[in-house]
T-cell receptor, first 106, second 114 residues
Framework: KNEVEQSPQNLTAQEGEFITINCSYS?????LHWLQQHPGGGIVSLFMLSSGKKKHGRLIATINIQEKHSSLHITASHPRDSAVYICAVKADKLIFGTGTRLQVFP | NAGVTQTPKFRILKIGQSMTLQCTQD?????MYWYRQDPGMGLKLIYY???????DKGEVPNGYNVSRSTTEDFPLRLELAAPSQTSVYFC?????????????FGEGSWLTVV
């Protein structure tokens, strides 16, 4: 079993829909990162959180340390949100999930 | 502000050839990393460095070498390329390694070994 599991693996949505991507982990962590990888390949850090909730524009990330679970929400999704979203946890090293591929259609 | 720059973007190698992936960052970060990303897998750490002159192995170091002669540069060398090294390679950097440190990635290098 992977130490970091993301669900779903693939997600399609219509423009405007509310999106949720989940990340569960099985190790003790000091922080959790949400990353975005665009079709061109570059990876950008969206959030880093160790407790509670963070919001940036239409993106919201939450983490529940007790349940070892984090969610990334996208409100009013747009085709430009189409990307792979990667969860990574900071244990003794960074451990990456395999990513969730999101496609948003107009 | 360039951030993390890696070159080349794409490269095709023949089995047994050698090459160096270049990585440079202009943020004065202490920590630098090389990851590889294979289809359906999470990023795996190849090598990392905590400062100039100091490097250490990650999870999948076999077939690779690194050096860190300056704070800015962290090249990754592939000796005797093998098809198993076909992958996308990412260089990354961070100021520190603690929980509060954002990690910055390069644009990736697509390497095919034939």
């Amino acid at each position: 079993k992977n130490e970091v599991e993301q669900s779903p693996q693939n997600l399609t949505a219509q423009e405007g829909e509310f999106i949720t991507i989940n990340c569960s982990y099985s190790v003790g962590i000091s922080a959790l990162h949400w990353l975005q990888q665009h079709p061109g390949g570059g990876i950008v850090s969206l959030f880093m959180l160790s407790s509670g909730k963070k919001k940036h524009g239409r993106l919201i990330a939450t983490i529940n340390i007790q349940e070892k679970h984090s969610s990334l929400h996208i409100t009013a999704s747009h085709p430009r949100d189409s990307a792979v979203y990667i969860c990574a946890v900071k244990a003794d090293k960074l451990i990456f999930g395999t990513g969730t591929r999101l496609q948003v259609f107009p | 502000n360039a951030g993390v720059t890696q070159t080349p973007k794409f490269r095709i190698l023949k089995i047994g050839q050698s090459m160096t992936l270049q990585c440079t960052q202009d943020m004065n970060h202490n920590y630098m990393y090389w990851y590889r990303q294979d289809p359906g897998m999470g990023l795996k750490l190849i090598y990392y460095s905590v400062g100039a002159g100091i490097t250490d192995k990650g999870e999948v170091p076999n077939g690779y070498n690194v050096s860190r002669s300056t704070t800015e540069d962290f090249p990754l060398r592939l000796e005797l390329a093998a098809p198993s090294q076909t992958s996308v390679y990412f260089c990354a950097s961070s100021l520190g390694q603690g929980a509060g440190n954002t990690i910055y990635f390069g644009e990736g290098s697509w390497l095919t070994v034939v």
